[in-house]
């Protein structure tokens, strides 16, 4: 009988604490996290306070506050299924300048997490497109290094694409289901030492 009462109230607590907001950049312990790679597309921005070494006058802190971003999941690439819906915090020297918002605007993201948060690394997420048959793939500037947090693997798969909406039509690129072909062969550790940090 106890546990019947006491049921709702748990469930409730579950479903508060889930939507509390986190007001600073977590630090997450290296030997306790994994390694995803994720597409979908952002949905909204928040600043973080500076970091306390900010305000010291010790340090000058010429890039935008960290940032929390919300995440809306399409395809899981690498690693376990995160929720549908998450927040990663994250760094970059324009802040939210330049990051689009929708489904329109799809991404790929590495993710690290300690199960709880979700942090990706600086300058870890690119913008995607879409070819002319309407398939997912990542434009590319150069074909040597593609993405640094991307295993060497997926160099092999570079190919010319015909991109939508581009003033050429033809560029370099990676489509996603190749990106994760290669992933499937990476170990927890490859995807860790290839990360940015």
């Known amino acids: 009988m106890f546990a019947d009462r006491s ?31 994720v597409a979908g597309h952002f949905i909204g921005a928040r600043y973080l306070p500076y970091p306390p070494e900010c305000s010291s006058g010790e340090y000058i802190c010429l890039d935008a506050p960290p940032m ?45 997490t300690d199960g709880r948060h979700f942090v990706t690394p600086r300058y870890s997420f690119k913008r995607l497109g879409w070819d002319v048959r309407d398939r997912a793939a990542l434009p590319l500037k150069t074909a040597h290094r593609p993405i640094r947090w991307l295993p060497c693997d997926v160099n092999h798969l570079v190919q010319e694409i015909r991109f939508q909406h581009s003033e050429s039509g033809i ?17 927890e550790a490859q995807i860790a030492a290839g990360r940015t940090t």
Request: glycine residues 6%.
């Open 68 to 112: 929390a971003l919300r995440f809306a999941v399409d395809a899981t690439l690498y690693g376990s299924r995160p929720p549908m819906q998450l927040v990663t915090f994250t760094t970059r020297h324009a802040g939210k300048e330049g990051l689009d918002f929708g489904p329109e605007h799809p991404y790929l993201l590495l993710l690290k």
């Open 7 to 37: 049921l709702p109230l748990i469930v409730l607590t579950l479903l508060l604490s889930s939507c509390a907001t986190i007001d600073e950049f977590p630090v997450l312990d290296d030997a306790e996290t994994n390694y995803l790679v």
């Open 171 to 187: 560029r370099e690129g990676l489509f996603l289901d190749d990106i994760k072909r290669a992933l499937s062969n990476q170990s």
